[in-house]
């Protein structure tokens, strides 16, 4: 079985699964035509949109569904279930390869330090380079596939020249990297940051890496012709709170670390990392886009060739900042 094919699989058994209950909740609040937000709890800057209320504008009504898994918000998407997804810069590539209809609507600024490639810290590993023919972990499909392609593919590398080993949920990394059993792994915020406090060290961030490590709105194409005010409420929403979070990063992080269950301190750390804003949707966005697309392609991570500009939209790039 693929990849692409165990993404999809895996999403309906989370969605069978815990992941069930709360699209089930969305779907019993679709008569009162709410627009339903899907977040990865994580890493998701939606995750907290309620503790400033920014998820009660007067002009619209915002639901909140919280996930641990993309696949299972892509497949809620999918259904019908959500609106609007919080995802990932390579998520948009994974929804329109598996045909979902969406459309790109807002993207957050830069995160380069959001996201890097990580090895124990008495690890003789340095640089990227030390990384051929070493064992590296990463979760397929990802964001952390991307870094990792874009860190080798500036040094003259590809994937191939590094083992690709995959860790069981609920591993102990820290103890897999200091002990050998492998090298290095790549991880996000707040994971990212509660790993260095335990004796994890970078060799590579995203942005040096070359990734934007933006977070993406995907939007199903439905909610985009039945409600778009509703969907530019949103967008004007999600900049809001953004702003908000960067100028009470303490506020946000002690919500983060009672969400996570993780020390506020870890919390504070991903924070004053995190993206202050919005971007509009430009040619830089769907240019990184295709090139994302041709990559996993070429990787066989989706199944088919993909133009990724139709399923962007500038529709709401007005809405940031308003």
């Not at 993404?7 to 969605?15: M, N, P």
């Not at 898994?69 to 929804?95: C, K, R, Y």
């Not at 952390?144 to 590809?158: D, N, P, S, V, Y």
């Not at 993406?216 to 004007?236: M, N, Q, Y």
Request: aromatic share 6%; with cysteine.
């Amino acid at each position: 079985m693929s990849v692409f094919q165990h993404t999809r699989r895996r999403a309906f058994s989370l969605l069978a699964g815990g992941g069930f209950a709360v699209v089930a909740g969305a779907r019993a609040r679709a008569a009162n035509r709410p627009i339903r937000l899907g977040t990865n709890n994580i890493y998701g800057v939606a995750a907290t949109l309620d503790i400033n209320g920014d998820d009660k504008p007067s002009d619209a009504v915002i639901q909140l569904f919280r996930f641990n898994s993309v696949p299972a918000m892509l497949q809620a998407l999918n259904a019908g279930e959500l609106d609007v997804a919080e995802v990932g810069e390579v998520g948009p590539v994974i929804a329109q390869a598996a045909d979902i209809p969406v459309k790109t609507i807002a993207a957050t600024r830069p995160w380069p330090e959001g996201e890097a490639i990580i090895v124990h810290k008495t690890s003789k590993i340095q640089t990227v380079r030390d990384l051929v023919g070493k064992k590296v972990s990463y979760p397929r499909a990802t964001n952390a596939q991307w870094l990792l392609t874009k860190a080798l593919r500036a040094e003259g590398l590809k994937i191939s020249d590094i083992e690709t080993v995959d860790i069981p949920a609920g591993t102990n990394l820290l103890a897999v990297l200091e002990t050998g059993g492998v090298d290095a792994s790549v991880f996000i915020d707040a994971s990212l940051s509660q790993y260095e406090a335990g004796g994890a060290r970078r060799i590579k961030n995203a942005g040096d890496a070359g990734c934007d490590n933006s977070l993406f709105f995907i939007a199903s194409e439905k909610i985009i012709a039945d409600d778009p005010t509703s969907v530019g409420v949103l967008v004007r929403q999600l900049h809001r709170h953004l702003v908000w979070a960067r100028g009470h990063q303490e506020i946000r992080a002690k919500a983060v670390a009672d969400l996570l269950r993780i020390p506020p301190e870890i919390a504070l750390a991903s924070e004053r990392k995190r993206p202050d804003g919005l971007r509009p949707i430009d040619a830089a966005l769907i240019a990184n886009g295709q090139d994302i697309a041709n990559t996993f392609l070429a990787q066989k991570v989706i199944p088919k060739s993909i133009v990724v500009a139709p399923t962007f939209t500038t529709q709401f790039n007005a809405f940031i900042g308003a």
